[in-house]
C-alpha cells in the first residue's frame, strides 16, 4: 500500500525565511507526487508535481520539491517566505492502481512578519 | 474552461435528514474523485466514479452515505441521516484520466456540511 507522511503539522518561519516542509512517501513501485496548498475556507491549490520527468520540480508561488528515491523523500521548499504563504500543505501520493490521492495529514505554515 | 464546481458551499441539516451534494467537473472531465476533510483530521478519500461507474468506493462508509455520477449532470453525494459526525468539508476532484497515470485532479472549493 502506499502512504505519505508528513513531518511537522505546524512550521513557522519569519518572512523572508527558508520554508522546509518535510513529505516521506511509501510505495512499491515509482510514485508519482504532489503538494496542494489549502487557504481557509477554499479548496486545494496544486503547487507542483512529480511524475519521474525530473527530480527537482519547481512549481508555482515561487515553491520546488526534490524527489529523492534514497530517502524516499519529496520535501517542499521556499526559499524567501512571504505572509501570502501562510496555509495548510498537503503532500499526496496517487494510488497506481485507481489513482486516487493519498493524503499526509497536513502541515499549517505560519508566517511571521 | 470554468473550474471544478460544488454546490452548495454550506449545507446545514438536522439530524436524520438528508444531504446532497453536488459536483459539475471540468469540461471535459469524466473522472471524478470525493473526499472528506473531518476537523483536526486530513483529507480521506471517499469514491471514485466514472459516467454510470463506481470504480473505488473503498473510502465510503459502510452505511448511508451513497454516490452516484450519471451520464448527464453532476455528481451527486448523498448521505441519509444525517449525524454530527458527518460534519465535515467534502471536496470534489475532476480529472482527465484515472488509473496509474500522472493526471493530477483539479479540486472544487469544497461543501462545508454542519449537522446541528
Known amino acids: 500500500a502506499q502512504s505519505v507522511t508528513q513531518l511537522g503539522s505546524h512550521v513557522s518561519v519569519s518572512e523572508g525565511a527558508l520554508v522546509l516542509l518535510r513529505c516521506n512517501y511509501s510505495?512499491?513501485?515509482?510514485?508519482?507526487l504532489f503538494w496542494y496548498v489549502q487557504y481557509p475556507n477554499q479548496g486545494l491549490q496544486l503547487l507542483l508535481k512529480?511524475?519521474?520527468?525530473?527530480?527537482l520540480v519547481k512549481g508555482i508561488n515561487g515553491f520546488e520539491a526534490e524527489f529523492k528515491k534514497s530517502e524516499t523523500s519529496f520535501h517542499l521548499t521556499k526559499p524567501s517566505a512571504h505572509m501570502s504563504d501562510a496555509a495548510e500543505y498537503f503532500c499526496a501520493v496517487r494510488d497506481s492502481n485507481t489513482g486516487k490521492l493519498i493524503f499526509g495529514q497536513g502541515t499549517t505554515l505560519q508566517v511571521k512578519p | 474552461n470554468a473550474g471544478v464546481m460544488q454546490n452548495p458551499r454550506h449545507l446545514v441539516r438536522r439530524r436524520g435528514q438528508e444531504a446532497r451534494l453536488r459536483c459539475s467537473p471540468m469540461k471535459g472531465h469524466s473522472h471524478v474523485y470525493w473526499y472528506r476533510q473531518l476537523p483536526e483530521e486530513g483529507l480521506k478519500f471517499m469514491v471514485y466514479l466514472q459516467k454510470e461507474n463506481i470504480i473505488d468506493e473503498s473510502g465510503m462508509p459502510k452505511e448511508r452515505f451513497s454516490a452516484e455520477f450519471p451520464k448527464e449532470g453532476p455528481s451527486i453525494l448523498r448521505i441519509q441521516q444525517v449525524v454530527r459526525g458527518d460534519s465535515a468539508a467534502y471536496f470534489c476532484a475532476s480529472s482527465p484520466g484515472g488509473g496509474g497515470h500522472s493526471y493530477e485532479q483539479y479540486f472544487g472549493p469544497g461543501t462545508r456540511l454542519t449537522v446541528t
Open positions: 512529480y511524475t519521474s520527468a525530473a527530480t
Open positions: 510505495s512499491s513501485v515509482p510514485p508519482y
